[in-house]
């Protein structure tokens, strides 16, 4: 059965901080903490970048933006 990562696995997996991961979207790192938190999603240009900083097929990185959203929704509950 495959893993369900969410983003901030994926980041911290690979060691790099918010800061980084903002820095390379050239977005506020507030917009990466949304992403990871599931209140916000990635775009299609974002996916791209972050599948080539995670060294990550572009499908992971969508898949690991669901389960970001799925883990928030399942915390409320």
Do not use: C, W
């Not at 990562?5 to 507030?30: F, K, M, P, Y």
Request: no cysteine; charged share 25%; aromatic share 4%.
């Amino acid at each position: 059965m495959e893993e369900k990562r969410t983003l901030r696995e994926l980041r911290v997996g690979i060691g790099l901080s918010i800061a980084d991961v903002a820095n390379a979207l050239g977005v506020s790192v507030q917009a990466v903490s949304n992403y990871e938190h599931g209140i916000r999603s990635i775009n299609i240009e974002q996916v791209l970048i972050l599948a080539e900083l995670f060294g990550e097929p572009a499908e992971s990185i969508i898949k690991a933006q669901l389960n970001s959203r799925y883990a928030r929704e399942d915390s409320r509950q």
